[in-house]
């Protein structure tokens, strides 16, 4: 008997409960559906924005070089339409090299310059200011190739980090503070790289 004293206690209790709150529960678990539909709308227009920015980069990788215009423009596509995914990024590097490697140096470093700057991923702007300052090096602009090798903020550049300064120090005739990078930078990949051999000999031909 006590026992159906107290359930209808709590279940009047819970009635007017609802009687007196149910507008404000109906209003929050419909605030909730919202957020739930809202934020799940949102993670698969973002899903669709990543899977089509992916097949334009794929597209991109496989052009050959000879069709730099077209590359050109999904890149543009990709830096205008997806600059949130790490596919803009990792384009307008790829176009940069690109340039470079067609001989198209003011091209190449502003497409590096872009890349380096605005590019998602950390290891891709590193990569862009390695690229960058080697194509600075190729047009002989040695004071810039320093300021974007020394802009390379990746751990795991380090050790190109310091080949590339030793390689700029030596293009500028300083040839102590060259010495001085490629031993840095034989103490990153020795015993773990092949280029560890190059770097050695480097330092060998600097002497004693």
Same mark, same amino acid.
């Given at each position: 008997?006590?026992?159906?004293?107290?359930d209808n206690e709590q279940n009047e209790k819970l009635r007017d409960i609802?009687?007196?709150?149910?507008?404000?529960?109906?209003?929050?678990?419909?605030?909730?559906?919202?957020?739930?539909?809202?934020?799940?709308?949102?993670?698969?227009?973002?899903?669709?924005?990543?899977?089509?920015?992916?097949q334009l980069y794929q597209e991109i990788l496989i052009e050959k070089i000879?069709?730099?215009?077209?590359?050109?423009?999904?890149?543009?596509?990709?830096?205008?339409?997806?600059?949130?995914?790490?596919?803009?990024?990792?384009?307008?590097?790829?176009?940069?090299?690109?340039?470079?490697?067609?001989?198209?140096?003011?091209?190449?470093?502003?497409?590096?310059?872009?890349?380096?700057?605005?590019?998602?991923?950390?290891?891709?702007?590193?990569?862009?200011?390695?690229?960058?300052?080697?194509?600075?090096? &190729?047009?002989?602009? =040695? !004071?810039?190739?320093?300021?974007? %090798?020394?802009? /390379?903020?990746?751990?795991?550049?380090?050790?190109? @980090?310091?080949?590339?300064?030793?390689?700029?120090?030596?293009?500028?005739?300083?040839?102590?503070?060259?010495?001085?990078?490629?031993?840095? &930078?034989?103490?990153? =990949? !020795?015993?773990?790289?092949?280029? %560890?051999?190059? /770097?050695?000999?480097?330092?060998?031909?600097?002497? @004693?």
């Amino acid at each position: 008997m006590a026992v159906d004293i107290d359930d209808n206690e709590q279940n009047e209790k819970l009635r007017d409960i609802w009687t007196n709150y149910k507008n404000f529960i109906l209003i929050g678990l419909g605030f909730l559906l919202a957020l739930y539909f809202g934020f799940t709308f949102l993670a698969n227009q973002e899903t669709k924005r990543n899977e089509v920015a992916s097949q334009l980069y794929q597209e991109i990788l496989i052009e050959k070089i000879e069709n730099l215009e077209n590359i050109q423009l999904k890149t543009n596509s990709l830096k205008k339409d997806h600059l949130a995914t790490p596919y803009a990024g990792r384009a307008s590097l790829h176009l940069g090299q690109l340039f470079a490697k067609s001989n198209k140096y003011e091209e190449s470093i502003n497409e590096l310059k872009w890349a380096s700057d605005k590019a998602k991923e950390v290891s891709i702007q590193s990569l862009a200011r390695y690229t960058l300052a080697l194509t600075y090096i &190729a047009t002989k602009d =040695y !004071k810039n190739a320093k300021i974007a %090798a020394e802009s /390379i903020a990746s751990n795991g550049f380090n050790a190109l @980090k310091m080949d590339l300064m030793g390689d700029i120090y030596l293009l500028e005739g300083n040839v102590d503070k060259a010495k001085e990078a490629f031993i840095t &930078a034989l103490e990153f =990949y !020795k015993d773990k790289n092949e280029l %560890a051999q190059v /770097i050695q000999t480097k330092i060998d031909a600097l002497g @004693k």
